[in-house]
C-alpha cells in the first residue's frame, strides 16, 4: 500500500472515530435519563447543550484551523473529543452534564470544520473527489456503535464503562493516524478570523442548500418513526423500517457521490439529489402504505446523502476564505436547518398533521433543485477545480 493510500485509510479511520464516539454518547441516552430520571422535558432541555457547544465551536474552528492549521487542530481536539466522552457517563449530576457536554460539542464540531479542512486538502492532492466517502465511513461508525452499544447494555456495562472502551479505540485510531495528518498550505489571502461576518454569494447559496437538505436530514432523524407509527400505521416491529431504509442509503449514497462527481460534477449532483428528496418525500405522503413508504425513505437517503459532502468540497474552494472558514460559515447555516426542522415537523403537524408536514419538507427538495440551478455560474469555478 502506497502513502497515498495509507493517508486515505488514515483519514477515513479519524472520521470513524468522530462518527463511533458521537453515535456511542446517543446510544446511551435512554440509560443517562434513566440513572437521573429525567422527564421528558428536563432531557430535552440538557440535550440543548450539545447544539449549544456545536455552535460556539464554530467560530473557534475556522479561526483555529486558519492560524494554526488542522494537523495541530485535529491531534489536539481529538484526544480532547476522546477523553470527554467518559466524563458524561461519569458525571453525578445532570448539572455536570450539561457543562461536559457543552464541552462534547464544541470539540466535535471543532473536529468537523479541521477533518474537513485536511480531507479537502488530500482531494486536492489526489485531483478527484472522495469527502462524500469519508462522510460514508463517519455514518457506517454509526452503525458500527448501535451494534456495539447493544453489546454492551446486553453484558451490563455501564455508561461509563462502555465510553471508557470508544475513549481507548479511539486513541489507538488517532495514534496510528498521526503520522499521516499533514500541514496545510497556508492561503495568506484568503480570510481567516472569527466567522463572524457576511458570507460571500457563493458561501451564502451553498450554505442555503446545506440548510434546507439538513433541515430534510435533521426530520428524517426525528421523525421517520412517528411517521411510520402514526400514518403509515406500521406493526411496532417495521416502526423502524424507514429510519434503516433511509440510513441505509445514506451511508452507502455517500460511497456512491464521489464516483458521481468525479464523472458528472458537483452541480449535477446536488440537482438530482435534491430531485430524490423531493420524490423520496412525496412518494412516502401520496402513498403512505409500508413498502411504497420505506421505498420513498430510501430515496431520501439517497438524495440527503451528498448535499453535505458535495457543497463543502465546493465551498472549501473558495477564492475569498480559507477552506477552513469558508466550511464553518457553511456548517453555521446549514446546522441552523439540522435544529429548526424537527421543531418546524412538530409544529405543522400540531397545526396540520404529520403528512402536510413532510409535504412541505419534500418543497425542500425542490429548492435545492433550482438554487443549484439558477447558481451555476456562481458555482463554475470552484465547481471544476476538482471532480470533473
Given at each position: 500500500m502506497n502513502y497515498l493510500s495509507q493517508r486515505r485509510v488514515a483519514l477515513g479511520a479519524l472520521f470513524f472515530f468522530m462518527g463511533i464516539c458521537f453515535a456511542s454518547w446517543a446510544a446511551r441516552i435512554p440509560d443517562i435519563q434513566a440513572k437521573f430520571q429525567l422527564s421528558e422535558g428536563e432531557l430535552g432541555t440538557l440535550l440543548l447543550c450539545l447544539p449549544i457547544g456545536s455552535m460556539l465551536g464554530l467560530p473557534i474552528a475556522g479561526w483555529s484551523v486558519h492560524h494554526y492549521g488542522s494537523r495541530i487542530v485535529i491531534l489536539i481536539c481529538g484526544f480532547a473529543y476522546a477523553l470527554t466522552l467518559p466524563l458524561i457517563g461519569l458525571a453525578s449530576s445532570p448539572w455536570l452534564i450539561a457543562p461536559i457536554?457543552?464541552?462534547?460539542?464544541?470539540?466535535?464540531?471543532?473536529?468537523?470544520?479541521?477533518?474537513?479542512?485536511?480531507?479537502?486538502?488530500?482531494?486536492?492532492?489526489?485531483?478527484?473527489?472522495?469527502?462524500?466517502?469519508?462522510?460514508?465511513?463517519?455514518?457506517?461508525?454509526?452503525?458500527?456503535?448501535?451494534?456495539?452499544?447493544?453489546?454492551?447494555?446486553?453484558?451490563?456495562?455501564?455508561p461509563a464503562a462502555h465510553y471508557v472502551v470508544v475513549t481507548l479505540l479511539s486513541v489507538v485510531i488517532i495514534l496510528f493516524s498521526k503520522k499521516y495528518v499533514t500541514n496545510d498550505k497556508r492561503e495568506e489571502d484568503a480570510v481567516g478570523?472569527?466567522?463572524?461576518?457576511?458570507?460571500?454569494?457563493?458561501?451564502?447559496?451553498?450554505?442555503?442548500?446545506?440548510?434546507?437538505g439538513m433541515m430534510a436530514e435533521g426530520c428524517m432523524f426525528d421523525w421517520s418513526g412517528v411517521y411510520f407509527k402514526k400514518i403509515v400505521e406500521a406493526k411496532p416491529e417495521f416502526v423502524s423500517l424507514g429510519y434503516v431504509f433511509f440510513m441505509g442509503a445514506m451511508a452507502s449514497g455517500r460511497f456512491v457521490t464521489d464516483k458521481a462527481s468525479n464523472r458528472y460534477g458537483k452541480i449535477p449532483v446536488l440537482q438530482v439529489s435534491g430531485l430524490l428528496i423531493f420524490l423520496g418525500l412525496l412518494l412516502a405522503v401520496l402513498f403512505p402504505s409500508l413498502s411504497i413508504a420505506a421505498l420513498g425513505f430510501l430515496l431520501v437517503g439517497f438524495g440527503v446523502a451528498s448535499i453535505v459532502p458535495v457543497s463543502y468540497g465546493?465551498?472549501?474552494?473558495?477564492?475569498?476564505?480559507?477552506?477552513?472558514?469558508?466550511?464553518?460559515?457553511?456548517?453555521?447555516?446549514?446546522?441552523?436547518?439540522?435544529?429548526?426542522?424537527?421543531?418546524?415537523?412538530?409544529?405543522?403537524?400540531?397545526?396540520?398533521?404529520?403528512?402536510?408536514?413532510?409535504?412541505?419538507?419534500?418543497?425542500?427538495?425542490?429548492?435545492?433543485?433550482?438554487?443549484?440551478?439558477?447558481?451555476?455560474?456562481?458555482?463554475?469555478?470552484?465547481?471544476?477545480t476538482v471532480g470533473t
Amino acid at each position: 500500500m502506497n502513502y497515498l493510500s495509507q493517508r486515505r485509510v488514515a483519514l477515513g479511520a479519524l472520521f470513524f472515530f468522530m462518527g463511533i464516539c458521537f453515535a456511542s454518547w446517543a446510544a446511551r441516552i435512554p440509560d443517562i435519563q434513566a440513572k437521573f430520571q429525567l422527564s421528558e422535558g428536563e432531557l430535552g432541555t440538557l440535550l440543548l447543550c450539545l447544539p449549544i457547544g456545536s455552535m460556539l465551536g464554530l467560530p473557534i474552528a475556522g479561526w483555529s484551523v486558519h492560524h494554526y492549521g488542522s494537523r495541530i487542530v485535529i491531534l489536539i481536539c481529538g484526544f480532547a473529543y476522546a477523553l470527554t466522552l467518559p466524563l458524561i457517563g461519569l458525571a453525578s449530576s445532570p448539572w455536570l452534564i450539561a457543562p461536559i457536554l457543552v464541552c462534547f460539542g464544541l470539540l466535535g464540531n471543532i473536529m468537523n470544520i479541521s477533518l474537513n479542512t485536511q480531507a479537502l486538502g488530500f482531494e486536492d492532492q489526489l485531483g478527484k473527489s472522495i469527502l462524500a466517502s469519508f462522510h460514508g465511513v463517519w455514518s457506517m461508525a454509526g452503525f458500527t456503535a448501535a451494534g456495539l452499544g447493544a453489546g454492551m447494555i446486553f453484558f451490563q456495562f455501564s455508561p461509563a464503562a462502555h465510553y471508557v472502551v470508544v475513549t481507548l479505540l479511539s486513541v489507538v485510531i488517532i495514534l496510528f493516524s498521526k503520522k499521516y495528518v499533514t500541514n496545510d498550505k497556508r492561503e495568506e489571502d484568503a480570510v481567516g478570523g472569527l466567522v463572524l461576518k457576511k458570507p460571500d454569494q457563493l458561501l451564502l447559496r451553498l450554505g442555503i442548500i446545506s440548510f434546507l437538505g439538513m433541515m430534510a436530514e435533521g426530520c428524517m432523524f426525528d421523525w421517520s418513526g412517528v411517521y411510520f407509527k402514526k400514518i403509515v400505521e406500521a406493526k411496532p416491529e417495521f416502526v423502524s423500517l424507514g429510519y434503516v431504509f433511509f440510513m441505509g442509503a445514506m451511508a452507502s449514497g455517500r460511497f456512491v457521490t464521489d464516483k458521481a462527481s468525479n464523472r458528472y460534477g458537483k452541480i449535477p449532483v446536488l440537482q438530482v439529489s435534491g430531485l430524490l428528496i423531493f420524490l423520496g418525500l412525496l412518494l412516502a405522503v401520496l402513498f403512505p402504505s409500508l413498502s411504497i413508504a420505506a421505498l420513498g425513505f430510501l430515496l431520501v437517503g439517497f438524495g440527503v446523502a451528498s448535499i453535505v459532502p458535495v457543497s463543502y468540497g465546493i465551498a472549501g474552494r473558495s477564492k475569498l476564505y480559507s477552506p477552513s472558514v469558508a466550511l464553518a460559515l457553511v456548517s453555521t447555516l446549514s446546522f441552523f436547518g439540522f435544529l429548526a426542522g424537527p421543531p418546524l415537523i412538530g409544529f405543522i403537524a400540531e397545526a396540520f398533521n404529520l403528512q402536510v408536514s413532510f409535504a412541505l419538507i419534500a418543497l425542500n427538495g425542490i429548492g435545492i433543485l433550482l438554487l443549484t440551478s439558477f447558481s451555476k455560474q456562481v458555482f463554475h469555478v470552484q465547481e471544476n477545480t476538482v471532480g470533473t
